[in-house]
């Protein structure tokens, strides 16, 4: 109910770990699902991460992590995308 209206997109990406080409080895990384929020700018992110932040928003959002997460190995990062020309 947080995300509607807010994000411009909302994407799992369920992990599987392949090995290294040069040496074949592998690790699990402790993560099975990475997932993206989209906003149409910094300024969206903010008001979203105040909404949260508003009065048993968040604790509603936690009791729903908590169903399905590790909420202390839960990692939260933003992006900032490079694109490099490699023709």
């Known amino acids: 109910r947080f995300l ?13 770990p392949v090995g290294h080409p040069t040496d074949g080895a592998s690790s699990e990384g ?5 997932t993206e929020m ?3 700018d910094e300024a969206q992110w903010h008001a979203m991460v105040a909404l ?8 509603e959002v936690i ?4 169903r399905f997460m590790d909420r202390a ?15």
């Open 38 to 40: 989209w906003f149409k």
């Open 52 to 59: 949260l932040s508003e009065p048993g928003n968040g604790d």
């Open 4 to 16: 509607k209206g807010r994000s411009t997109r909302y994407q799992r990406r369920y992990l599987t």
């Open 30 to 34: 402790g993560y099975d699902c990475l």
């Open 73 to 87: 190995a839960m990692r939260m990062f933003t992006v900032e995308e490079s694109e490099t020309d490699v023709s």
């Open 63 to 66: 009791a729903d992590e908590e």
